[in-house]
Every structure is written in C-alpha cells, then in structure tokens.
C-alpha cells in the first residue's frame, strides 16, 4: 500500500512476514535532484517485492536516491544492502555504527541471557527465529554518520537529526520544524508499545528512553510518521500513555519480587504480555527473547533507582526488593 502524507512526502506499507508488527512503515520524499528513503524493512523477499514495487509506483530512481535508517534492527535496516546503489548515502547513527564495526555478533548477548536465567538449551533455537539474525543486511555498505543536531535537506523539507536513545542505543529521528512533523522510527508508537530491552551492564536503556521523550515532549508537531501502525497526530498525549505504561511495568515488577528473589527470566514469565498464548511455556521463541529482554531492561531500571538489588548466586543474577 502506498499513501500520500503532504507534497512530495509518501509511506510505503511493507509487510513483516511472521511478524506482530505486521508491517514496516517506509517513507518516500521525492525531489528533482535526490530522493530519500526512510527505513527499508527486513532483508526478505517479500518486504523486497513491496519496496520494488512501491518505488517503481512512485517512479523513484534508486540511483538518485540516499537512505536514512533510523535504527539497527533488522526490520527498519535489513534491506539496504539490496537497495542502495553506488551513488547512494546512507545516514546512521555513531552508537550503532560501532556496533556494527565491532562486529561481536549475537555471543554477548547470549552470554548475558544466560546469566539473566535464560535457559541454555533454548537459547540457539531462539536466536535461530529471530527476526535479526533471520533477515539481517547481508552486508553492510559504507554508513555516512550523523550526529544529534545535524541536518539533512531533501527538497521542501530540511530534517534535523534528534538522538532518541532507547528502543535501541543509538535510535535517531527526524524533525521537520517548520512543516513540524516528526519522523519516530520505533520511538512513539501509536497502538503498539515500543519493546525497550536490555542486553548488558552498560546500558539502562529505560532510563535512557524516558529522557528521550522527554526531549521530544516540547517539540511543536502536527503529525508523527512512526515506523509501524497508524500515523499518530497528538505525540504529547502518547508521550504520556507511554510513560505510564512503562510505570505500570516497573509496579508490576515489583510486586512480583514481593515473592522472593528471582532470575530476569523467572520475572519475565510472570509478567503479563499483550500476547494470543496459553502459557509462558508456549511462548514464540522469538517473543519470549523480547520478553526477557524488557522484563531486564525494567530490572535495570530499578536497580540503578536503587528500589531493587541484585546478587549472583552460581552463575545467575538475581533480583530482590532493596
């Protein structure tokens, strides 16, 4: 499906097969010199076919186009290695650019997993159906990095780069001030709660996620471009909606420690999750890394607020009320 937003200015709707986002919202803007392509979805036959089509539709030149990805994950970066072209830019973020440079792979955070109680014998199978091992770029072209503040102008419209840490370390939007839209990426999500995870000590992307919407609360906008679902025309008001959910989560959690110490893995199954199954145990591989990943991320978040500790005993951490 392809919808015209404003002059020049169009989504592309890109199927995420097997996915419960559904599908990936790609942004076209058109100009007589270059064009801009925003996020790409995953590097998987079908989003490919969408994205072709979609672009010839639009009569877009991939040789006279650039791309900027708003994050790392495979959904929004999986396909530029397929779509970009020799006179191609494309624009990312330093954070994860690094990432990528150190080139660790999946080993950290499987080591991390396990000491969060992640249960060894699941966790190959797991990483096998993730979507981001699954359908990542098959290979990564040269990144063009932009920092917080930065520019870029693509017609009628003149972006300014916004560092909005959280959903992922170096996740970036767009901010067009004077046409006052907002390109979120996975930042603010309409009907759909972006997943924030934690895979290392170093992070406390929660915490980090509330300070960036914070810096976004204040910007004057009139429509959110979001990378899934609905466009979203009062981000104040989801701003609010999001921050409370995320309390209610860090309630939750602490209510289920009231119990006893319990692994990052113990909480998370007793979580509750937005999600058509019976049991914990029935979990989609690839759901119940997410879940983990959010229920650490929560963790990490009352630790570092000092309302939890935590302690290893054997090789696993766990969590207690402080």
Same mark, same amino acid.
Not at 113 to 129: H, V, Y
Not at 192 to 203: E, G, K, L, R, V
Not at 259 to 275: C, L, N, P, Q, R
């Given at each position: ?14 199927? @995420? ?6 599908? #990936? ?21 079908? $989003?490919?076919?969408?994205? &072709? ?13 650039? !791309?900027?990805? =708003? ?7 999986? @396909? ?73 102008? *693509?017609?009628?419209?003149? !972006? ?12 970036? $939007? @767009? ?17 759909? =709660?972006?997943?924030?995870? $934690?895979?290392?000590?170093? &992070?406390?992307? #929660? ?75 029935? !979990? ?17 978040? #009352? ?17 207690? *009320?402080?």
């Amino acid at each position: 499906m392809i919808e015209a937003i404003r002059s020049d200015l169009f989504r592309i709707e890109v199927p @995420l097969p097997d996915s419960p986002l559904k599908a #990936l919202n790609s942004y076209v803007i058109r100009s007589s010199q270059r064009n801009l392509i925003i996020d790409t979805g995953l590097n998987h036959d079908v $989003c490919y076919e969408a994205m &072709q089509a979609g672009l010839q539709q639009l009569d877009i030149d991939l040789a006279r186009t650039d !791309f900027f990805i =708003t994050h790392l994950h495979a959904d929004h970066f999986g @396909l530029i290695s397929k779509l970009n072209t020799e006179m191609s830019l494309i624009y990312f973020n330093r954070p994860e650019a690094e990432i990528i440079e150190v080139q660790s792979g999946w080993e950290p955070m499987i080591a991390y997993a396990a000491q969060n109680g992640f249960p060894k014998n699941e966790l190959r199978s797991t990483i096998e159906q993730h979507p981001g091992h699954k359908f990542s770029s098959e290979w990564v072209p040269e990144l063009n990095i932009l920092q917080d503040g930065d520019t870029i102008h *693509i017609g009628a419209y003149h !972006f300014k780069c916004v560092a909005t840490s959280g959903h992922s370390m170096g996740h970036m $939007c @767009l901010y067009e001030p004077t046409q006052k839209i907002f390109v979120a990426g996975d930042h603010i999500l309409i009907d759909i =709660t972006p997943n924030i995870q $934690c895979w290392s000590d170093a &992070q406390n992307p #929660l915490g980090r996620y509330f300070d960036s919407l914070d810096r976004v609360y204040d910007l004057e906008v009139d429509l959110v471009l979001p990378g899934h679902r609905r466009l979203i025309t009062d981000h104040r008001a989801r701003i609010i909606q999001l921050k409370v959910h995320h309390k209610k989560r860090l309630g939750e959690i602490l209510d289920i420690l009231g119990s006893g110490d319990m692994s990052a893995f113990e909480v998370a199954s007793k979580m509750s999750w937005d999600i058509n199954c019976d049991s914990w145990e029935v !979990f989609p591989p690839a759901q119940k890394w997410f879940a983990v990943g959010e229920a650490i991320a929560h963790l990490r978040y #009352l630790e570092a607020k000092g309302r939890i500790t935590r302690r290893i005993k054997g090789n696993l951490f766990r969590f207690a *009320i402080n």
